[in-house]
């Protein structure tokens, strides 16, 4: 069974359209989060929400929208894609055990996306 | 801007040989750390956490911590060419994890 998954795996796109990403995780996980790796390979947080609260923002251009449906589902959706948005998204999940130290994260397989 | 450093690489050693990959981190107040392993093409795996001082070891994983020197490390002993990847460190920041830009790692046979 698939932890964390995401679809689609590839999009490829023209500038202009919007898209979006899906992302279901099965680990009863109260945390979510979108991450970007840039063609530099640096992957760096995008989003986060905790039982379907946006928690974290980061400065990310208005035209990334996430959308929690229920905490097992976090879903972006991009409007005017730009050349400069390519990049690999990926989603991912942690339990952060009640008042423990730690958030562990668990990522989906990515989703490339490719902006013609 | 909190920042987490790594040596870009590569990182090469032969098979068998121990690799040590480092990291420093700027925020004193981190306290837990985490180091990935992707290889390419892929997703992030978890490999380990630490969040107290000293040693901490998973079978040929060694994660050390330093909290006073601002450094987390990762040991890997008996190196073979699976371990091939880039090894991302990352502190966590709330709820959200800061990664540095990777070690890239190669094991030759």
């Known amino acids: 069974d698939t932890a964390v998954s995401q679809t689609p795996k590839y999009l490829v796109t023209q500038m202009g359209n919007d898209k979006s990403i899906k992302c279901e995780q099965n680990?009863?996980?109260?945390?979510m989060y979108w991450y970007k790796q840039d063609s530099k390979k640096f992957l760096k947080i995008m989003f986060s929400?905790?039982?379907?609260?946006?928690?974290i923002n980061e400065t990310v251009p208005n035209r990334f929208s996430p959308k929690s449906p229920d905490k097992a589902h976090l879903n972006l959706h991009i409007n005017s894609l730009e050349l400069g948005d390519s990049a690999v998204y990926f989603c991912?999940?942690?339990?952060?055990?009640?008042?423990?130290?730690?958030?562990?994260?668990?990522f989906g397989p990515g989703t490339r996306l490719t902006v013609t | 801007q909190k920042e987490v450093e790594q040596n870009s690489g590569p990182l090469s050693v032969p098979e068998g040989a121990i690799a040590s990959l480092n990291c420093t981190y700027s925020?004193?107040?981190?306290?837990?750390f985490f180091w990935y392993r992707q290889y390419s093409g892929k997703s992030p795996e978890l490999i380990m956490f630490?969040?107290?001082?000293g040693d901490k070891e998973d079978g040929r994983f060694t994660a050390q911590l330093n909290k006073a020197s601002q450094y987390v490390s990762l040991l890997i002993r008996d190196s073979q060419p699976s371990d091939s990847a880039t090894y991302l460190c990352?502190?966590?920041?709330?709820?959200?994890?800061?990664f540095g830009k990777g070690t890239t790692l190669s094991v030759s046979s």
């Open positions: 680990l009863g996980h109260d945390t």
């Open positions: 925020d004193r107040g981190s306290q837990s």
């Open positions: 630490i969040y107290s001082n």
């Open positions: 929400y905790n039982n379907k609260e946006l928690i």
């Open positions: 991912a999940s942690s339990g952060g055990a009640s008042g423990g130290p730690t958030y562990e994260q668990y």
């Open positions: 990352a502190v966590q920041q709330g709820t959200a994890l800061i």
